[in-house]
Every structure is written in structure tokens, then in C-alpha cells.
């Protein structure tokens, strides 16, 4: 039976092979629970929106003879529906992001255009915020990986640093090279983020206020879907902050060479 062939094998490896199987047990484990916290969390977070959004639609009907509390309802309701259509969004991409170690659509890709499009995606947003965003040149930098999800993580980041800020306040973002590696910095004069709570913002459905982060939609993942798309890319995403004293959110990536000739793990240059 296959305990027999266990130890059969725990036999033939020696003392060595017996601490392989059992560190491969361990993470065997440890992905199955990290991934039915995961359903856990998904489905707590799930159920908060679908829940307004079911009452709303109950004493909306209710109120049916009231067409201003009939309006008022379905504001509320597009709200919620809009945070839902967000938070699954994110889900889904966030899913997208640690099925594959893999790249699909891997390429050359020059960091100015990343800034632009990132820039491009969040220019409602700073705008009805009263931020200004600001960029400096990258001097034709560029990294080998995939133009969407880099797109996605930077605007990830320049989306929290409007966030977390107070109208009329600046967004900047550099980028500069250091040993080998693009570093793209997203820097905000916001609320800042405390010690204990930096070494936690990047966990799945992590926020610091639940209640802002609401109002703001925001779901906790966006930062641990830099993280992953950072990691695929060979690279990191580090946080800096001080309450207060505004945050800046630093992702490092391999520079590719003129000749191309760098390697990202689960990826094939051309
Ligand atoms: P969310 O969707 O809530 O923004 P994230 O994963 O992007 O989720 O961020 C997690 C938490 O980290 C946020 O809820 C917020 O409390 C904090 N945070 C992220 N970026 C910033 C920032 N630039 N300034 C202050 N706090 C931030």
C-alpha cells in the first residue's frame, strides 16, 4: 500500500531524502491552508456587498410609493454594486497573478511607456482628487516582462498614493537605475502608514482603516498584487513610510540589457 511505498522510498534516500519528503509535506500543507484562508476571506468579503446591496434592494421596494428615498436607494445600490465590481475584479486578477509563475506574454518593455499608461489610467482619479501627478524622464529603461501586468502593479500604486492623500497635495513618480536594477518610485504627502501595519499592507485583504478603506473602495488586495507581479518579474516591491509624513512604494526590477540578454525566471528572452 502507499505507506509501504513511503517508507520504501524514505529507505532508499537515506536520512536526507526522509527530510525532503517531510519539507515537501510541510508546504503541501502549507499551500492547502494559505489557500483555504484564501476561499475564507474571499467569500467574508463577498458577502458584505451582496448583502447591502440584497437589503438595499428589499426596502427599496418597500419604499416604492417615495421616489426620493427610491433614488437614494439606488445610489446606494450603484455604489455597492460598483465596490463589488471592483473587489471581484481584483480578485480575479489576483488569481490571474499566482496561478502562474510563467510570463505568457513576456517582452521587452520600455519603462516610459509603464509610466505613461499608468499615469493615463488613475488622470480621473487624481483629477477629482486634486492631486497632481507628477513624472520625471526614465532615460529609456526597460525591463523584460509583461507591459499589462507592470502596467497594472505601478498603477496599483499610483492609485493608493491618491488615495491615502489630502486634496491639493503632489504624487511623484521616479525611476532611476541602481546596481543592475530599475527602481520605480511612487511617492505621496499622505496620511502616512505606521510600523506595525507597513509590515502588514502588502497581505491579502489587509487595510489599516477598514472604515476609509470602504469609502475609498478599496479591497486590501491591490497591494499584494504588486507583490506577486514584482516576484514574477525577478524583482520587489518595499514600502516606506512614516504617519504623518506621506509613503513611498518602491518596486525594483532586473534592467534588460541592450542585448537583451536577461533571464527572468519562468520566461524566455527573445
Ligand atoms: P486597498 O484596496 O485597501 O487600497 P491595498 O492592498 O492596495 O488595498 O493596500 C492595503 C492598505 O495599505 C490600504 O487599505 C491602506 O490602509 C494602506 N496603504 C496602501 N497604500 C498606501 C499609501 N500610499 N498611503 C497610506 N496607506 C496606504
Same mark, same amino acid.
Given at each position: 500500500?502507499?505507506?509501504?511505498?513511503i517508507?520504501?522510498?524514505?529507505?532508499?534516500?537515506?536520512?536526507?531524502?526522509?527530510?525532503?519528503?517531510?519539507?515537501?509535506?510541510?508546504?503541501?500543507?502549507?499551500v492547502?491552508?494559505?489557500?483555504r484562508?484564501?476561499?475564507?476571506?474571499?467569500?467574508?468579503?463577498?458577502?458584505?456587498?451582496?448583502?447591502?446591496?440584497?437589503?438595499?434592494? +428589499?426596502?427599496?421596494?418597500?419604499? !416604492? %410609493?417615495?421616489?426620493?428615498?427610491? *433614488?437614494? /436607494? #439606488?445610489?446606494?445600490?450603484?455604489? $455597492?454594486?460598483?465596490?463589488?465590481?471592483?473587489?471581484?475584479?481584483?480578485?480575479?486578477?489576483?488569481?490571474?497573478?499566482?496561478?502562474?509563475?510563467?510570463?505568457?506574454?513576456?517582452?521587452?518593455? +520600455?519603462?516610459?511607456?509603464?509610466? !505613461? %499608461?499608468?499615469?493615463?489610467?488613475? *488622470?480621473? /482619479? #487624481?483629477?477629482?482628487?486634486?492631486? $497632481?501627478v507628477?513624472?520625471?524622464?526614465?532615460?529609456g529603461?526597460?525591463?523584460?516582462?509583461s507591459?499589462?501586468?507592470?502596467?497594472?502593479?505601478l498603477s496599483n500604486?499610483?492609485?493608493?498614493?491618491?488615495?491615502?492623500?489630502?486634496?491639493?497635495?503632489?504624487v511623484g513618480?521616479?525611476?532611476?537605475?541602481?546596481?543592475?536594477?530599475?527602481?520605480?518610485?511612487?511617492?505621496?504627502?499622505?496620511?502616512g502608514?505606521?510600523?506595525?501595519?507597513?509590515?502588514?499592507?502588502f497581505?491579502?485583504?489587509?487595510?489599516?482603516?477598514?472604515?476609509?478603506?470602504?469609502?475609498t473602495?478599496?479591497?486590501?488586495?491591490?497591494?499584494?498584487?504588486?507583490?506577486h507581479?514584482a516576484?514574477?518579474?525577478?524583482?520587489?516591491?518595499?514600502?516606506?513610510s512614516?504617519?504623518?509624513?506621506?509613503?513611498?512604494?518602491?518596486?525594483?526590477?532586473?534592467?534588460?540589457?541592450r542585448?537583451?540578454a536577461?533571464?527572468?525566471?519562468?520566461?524566455?528572452?527573445?
Open positions: 500500500d502507499d505507506d509501504a511505498v517508507d520504501v522510498r524514505i529507505g532508499a534516500l537515506g536520512e536526507t531524502g526522509v527530510l525532503l519528503l517531510a519539507d515537501d509535506l510541510t508546504r503541501a500543507v502549507r492547502e491552508e494559505t489557500r484562508d484564501f476561499v475564507a476571506n474571499v467569500s467574508h468579503e463577498l458577502k458584505t456587498p451582496v448583502g447591502a446591496i440584497t437589503l438595499l434592494a +428589499e426596502t427599496m421596494e418597500d419604499a !416604492a %410609493e417615495d421616489p426620493d428615498a427610491v *433614488r437614494r /436607494f #439606488a445610489e446606494r445600490m450603484q455604489t $455597492e454594486s460598483r465596490r463589488l465590481g471592483h473587489l471581484v475584479q481584483e480578485i480575479i486578477e489576483l488569481s490571474r497573478v499566482q496561478g502562474s509563475s510563467a510570463l505568457p506574454d513576456a517582452e521587452p518593455v +520600455e519603462i516610459d511607456d509603464v509610466v !505613461a %499608461e499608468a499615469v493615463a489610467l488613475n *488622470r480621473n /482619479f #487624481a483629477l477629482g482628487s486634486r492631486i $497632481e507628477v513624472t520625471g524622464g526614465t532615460g529603461l526597460r525591463v523584460f516582462g507591459a499589462s501586468m507592470l502596467t497594472t502593479a500604486l499610483v492609485s493608493n498614493a491618491i488615495s491615502y492623500s489630502e486634496p491639493d497635495t503632489r513618480i521616479s525611476v532611476r537605475r541602481d546596481q543592475g536594477m530599475v527602481e520605480l518610485s511612487v511617492k505621496d504627502q499622505g496620511m502608514i505606521s510600523k506595525e501595519n507597513l509590515e502588514r499592507v497581505e491579502r485583504f489587509f487595510r489599516v482603516d477598514r472604515a476609509r478603506s470602504r469609502a473602495g478599496g479591497s486590501g488586495l491591490g497591494l499584494a498584487i504588486v507583490k507581479i516576484t514574477d518579474h525577478g524583482g520587489e516591491v518595499t514600502a516606506w512614516m504617519a504623518g509624513q506621506g509613503s513611498t512604494f518602491t518596486l525594483r526590477l532586473p534592467e534588460m540589457g542585448t537583451g536577461v533571464t527572468v525566471s519562468g520566461a524566455t528572452p527573445p
